[in-house]
């Protein structure tokens, strides 16, 4: 994979951590995602493939962030049973 992709995954990653940490100041219960399990990933019909950020650790998916077109972040409060398995 050339190294433009993987820095562009990582900075992804790193987006979506932050957001997730933000998100889950408030409840004090957050568990912490694993850089090992989470991924950038695409999934979708060939036609029509999109981007997400997916958050894991060994309890399983803790979320997912899709990339919208304009490179922002969406929290998903429902994902693709597919981006489950690993």
Request: charged share 30%; no cysteine.
């Amino acid at each position: 994979m050339p190294q433009t992709a993987m820095a562009g995954e990582q900075e992804l990653l790193a987006r979506a951590l932050r957001a997730y940490f933000i998100a889950g100041r408030g409840n004090g219960s957050v568990d912490s995602p694993s850089l090992y399990d989470s991924e950038v990933t695409e999934y979708g019909p060939k036609s029509d493939r999109k981007l997400y950020a997916v958050l894991r650790n060994v309890k399983g998916v803790l979320a997912v962030y899709r990339v919208r077109n304009d490179g922002m972040l969406k929290r998903l409060k429902r994902w693709p049973a597919e981006l489950e398995e690993r």
